[in-house]
């Protein structure tokens, strides 16, 4: 009999998903296609625009969704984004605003994040454009994580390209090679519990852990920063970092090539769906 993880590899191979360094490389795109294929072979009544709910897209109680819905008309997180509007309005040391040194205002261009940087050449977030708006404007940089200052200004920045359809684009060798990098890590076991990203939210999204549902990977990108508990964002990459505390496996650190590159990929399987910043999460 194969073990169990012999089993789970093998039916995503099975759906065309390749496994890094284990199978033939896809393409970003393929992998795209082959993640929506088998999420919508496995639950062939959702619709994979309502991936970007996360679990409600799962959740068969209509009332779950309708208190969602109640709960976003009026969220409490309302008073940080404020505060994120009033951080993302107030001018720098040299005058200008974050809107004046980053493309377009601001505005309809998270879903352009992450991309790779040619002449840097690693990946850039949107947590490391600030950053360098806020250095050259001879501020310091702020500590990725951190909730009360990139967390609540990332929240309401991300806001302005609420309805953007994700656009991650993987040109040239050396952002392929980010790009499978971060699928790498997607898709590799770790820590003393031996899962990976995959574990949870490939073969086991729309499963119950406990009494909550796993969210798929396609669609989780669009939201982020999420709020926890009311008021408090969550960025990605600070997600990631607990997903692999759970794990007991001690992660990167957040704004590293490792989890940039994690986000890179992880971002690219949600392109073609809207931006939804900012949201409430349980």
């Avoid at 309005?89 to 809107?99: I, S």
């Avoid at 684009?169 to 790498?184: I, N, S």
């Amino acid at each position: 009999m194969k073990p169990p993880i012999v089993k789970s590899l093998a039916a995503m191979a099975s759906l065309g998903i390749a496994l890094g360094a284990t199978g033939a490389q896809a393409s970003p795109e393929q992998d795209r296609q082959d993640f929506i294929k088998y999420y919508t072979t496995k639950y062939p009544n959702i619709k994979i625009e309502d991936y970007v709910y996360g679990t409600l897209a799962f959740d068969t109680d209509s009332k779950a969704r309708a208190q969602y819905d109640a709960v976003m008309q009026s969220p409490p997180y309302q008073a940080v984004l404020e505060k994120g509007r009033k951080m993302w309005e107030t001018p720098l040391k040299n005058g200008k605003t974050y809107a004046d040194c980053l493309p377009n205002g601001g505005k309809n261009i998270a879903g352009n994040y992450p991309y790779f940087d040619d002449r840097a050449g690693r990946v850039v977030t949107l947590a490391d454009a600030i950053n360098a708006c806020r250095v050259a404007s001879g501020e310091a940089a702020y500590k990725l994580g951190d909730a009360a200052t990139m967390g609540t200004l990332a929240a309401y920045m991300r806001s302005l390209s609420d309805g953007m359809l994700m656009n991650i684009k993987v040109d040239g060798p050396r952002a392929l090679a980010a790009y499978e990098d971060g699928k790498k890590t997607f898709f590799s076991r770790a820590g003393q519990l031996n899962f990976s990203c995959a574990s949870c939210h490939v073969q086991n999204a729309g499963v119950k852990l406990r009494a909550e549902l796993i969210s798929p990977a396609v669609g989780q990108a669009v939201h982020w920063p999420v709020f926890h508990g009311g008021d408090h964002p969550v960025e990605l990459q600070a997600r990631y970092a607990s997903c692999f505390k759970n794990m007991r496996h001690v992660s990167a650190p957040i704004g590293s090539e490792k989890l940039n590159n994690l986000e890179y990929f992880h971002s690219y399987l949600s392109n073609g769906l809207p931006m939804k910043a900012s949201v409430f999460r349980k």
